[in-house]
């Protein structure tokens, strides 16, 4: 009894922990007072300012579209490299491949932005593209480190399917790519979902790789509220923070919706199935 009082209370206290700054950034939007940590009443004009702020509401719209290409980049560039690790088997260069895939992940990002820069830099003056820094430098930036996490996700999910199912498809007559469309595309297509997810979870939210790679009218907005702590973070943030939190809440709730309404449904089948054999 006491161990499982003392396992609720960490996990209570774990909650909190991650949980309670949310709660009040949320409360603190709705805060009358410019200061963020003195409560002045209830009151929604944070809100309203923040429509009225095109320097904040453009940093987040880069911020989204960046978040959404890079994501996207990385999930395509991920599956491949992940279907070549895990379906290509023992090829030459395959320890050399292997190891430039999840060099990313390790590697800190201050070195990651710089190298990217000294890159971009190099690239400029001998073929002169990209021409400056911008969103494209930016998108690129956040697509080669977010692919890794992508294929790792992707290989994980691969290595734990049945392979029995591409074979008996190509036994059947079906061609690699019909095979990876019509078979594995749906098996691991969960798989592609979280890799995007996590993609452009990592890209919104990437301060330092995006402050090396940006350059005049590509500031994103992570860069944004970085740069304001120095003078104090304005209420609007707290408000476009919960607008943010709010967008995300209501994605998940349809999502919940949609996984159970599935769920349902495939267990009808299976007793009609049962019923009908």
Known sequence: MKRIGFLSWALWFGYAFLYVPIVLLVVYSFNESRLVTVWGGFSTKWYGELMNNDALLSAAGLSLQV????????????TCAGMAMSRFGRFRGRTLFGGLITAPLVMPEVITGLS??????AMEQLIGWPDGRGVTTITIAHTTFTASYVAVVVQSRLAGMDGSLEEAAMDLGARPAKVFFVI???????ALVAGWLLAFTLSLDDVVVASFVSGPGSTTLPMVIFSSV??????QINALATLMILLVAAGIFVASIVMTRQDRQRKRDEQMALQTG
Request: proline share 10%; hydrophobic share 65%.
């Open 67 to 78: 978040a959404a290409v890079s994501a996207t980049l990385s999930v395509i560039l991920g």
């Open 184 to 190: 594995t595309l749906p098996i691991i297509a969960p």
């Open 116 to 121: 990217l820069l000294l890159l971009f830099v």
């Open 230 to 235: 120095k003078f104090g973070i304005s209420p």
